[in-house]
Nanobody
Framework: QVQLVESGGGLVQAGGSLRLSCAAS????????MGWFRQAPGKEREFVAG????????SFAEDVKGRFTISRDNAANTVYLQMNSLKPEDTAVYYC????????????????WGQGTQVTVSS
């Protein structure tokens, strides 16, 4: 069992930065790939970024490539999403999710979810 708690969301102006954190409980965090998803009002939840259990592979949605980075600290049971050059269209609730071993792009492939953290980017 893995429990996830996101933090770091907030209100930021366009062009600004935020770093989201996702703290995991449980002793198996290091075996889990971690994903960040987001859901904007009226839209479906979409994949943003993912990182393999080992940290040796990452994946990003096209519209965040070059602006967002994902990292993990297995000793601290935490995964991070650094978001730079934020745009109003990045406004959404951001969720972290976990599944064993490898990254997947589809939300149904993830077993554990956090409650989400709101990110609002003003123009």
């Amino acid at each position: 069992q893995v429990q996830l708690v996101e933090s770091g969301g907030g209100l930021v102006q366009a062009g600004g930065s935020l770093r989201l954190s996702c703290a995991a409980s449980g002793r198996t965090f290091s075996r889990h790939a971690m994903g960040w998803f987001r859901q904007a009002p009226g839209k479906e939840r979409e994949f943003v970024a993912g990182i393999k259990w080992s940290g040796t592979s990452t994946s990003f949605a096209e519209d965040v490539k070059g602006r967002f980075t994902i990292s993990r600290d297995n000793a601290a049971n935490t995964v991070y999403l650094q978001m730079n050059s934020l745009k109003p269209e990045d406004t959404a609730v951001y969720y972290c999710a976990a599944r064993l071993w490898d990254i997947r792009l589809i939300q149904s492939e993830y077993d554990y979810w956090g409650q989400g953290t709101q990110v609002t980017v003003s123009s």
